[in-house]
């Protein structure tokens, strides 16, 4: 990956550059999965987040659990969530997720350095993901949860370096500026 690619996939749509990762140990919970499936995604987040060499922990100490996974047949499941609008901070999101035929909905949270503090994810199985494989989803929700990727990414040996890069110790946990891009191509070549 050059480092204009790289730019581009933490490019938001006003143009600004946000590129972070998680500051604080990662808590996953997941909620709306069979059993089966669960422990597909559980091995996949560990798997995920080990070659990023971060750590998985059962609780944060602050939240309790900080990487929340939340999967609905539709949209308006996400109504039975109790305090939906004060965890995402967004009045009215099952109807605004179901009127631009989203299939997921991804948040961040910071903390005062930038670091990912929370990440709450929201995929809707009942449309074009429902034929999805479990393993394929686990991974490719893991890999968009690692990193402040402006848009839905695919997972590849490529981007899998390139979390693993941004996870090494001398770099920031977060970057504003797009120069970061040539920072992170520089350890993708070493």
């Known amino acids: 990956m050059d480092p204009a690619t790289i730019e581009t996939l933490f490019t938001r749509p006003d143009n600004s550059f946000l590129c972070a990762r998680w500051g604080r140990p990662v808590a996953p ?12 995604f559980r091995g996949a987040i560990r798997a995920g987040y080990a070659h990023a060499r971060h750590p998985v922990v059962d609780a944060d100490p602050e939240t309790g659990a900080n990487l929340m996974l939340f999967f609905v047949r539709n949209w308006s499941e996400l109504g039975t969530v109790p305090d939906l609008d004060r965890l995402t901070g967004i009045p009215g999101l099952p109807d605004r ?47 968009q949860s690692t990193l402040t990727f402006s848009g839905d990414v695919t997972p590849s040996p490529a981007l899998a370096g390139l979390i693993r890069a941004a996870y090494d110790p001398v770099l920031p946990v977060a970057a504003t500026q797009p120069a970061h891009a040539f920072r992170l191509s520089a350890r993708l070549g070493a």
């Open 29 to 40: 919970v997941v909620f709306g999965l069979a059993d089966d499936s669960l422990d597909i």
């Open 97 to 143: 997720l179901a009127g631009q035929s989203a299939d997921q909905y991804r948040l961040f949270r910071f903390d005062e350095d930038g670091g990912i503090r929370a990440c709450l994810t929201f995929v809707s199985m009942g449309g074009t993901l429902a034929d999805a494989h479990p393993a394929a989803l686990a991974e490719r929700i893991t890999m």
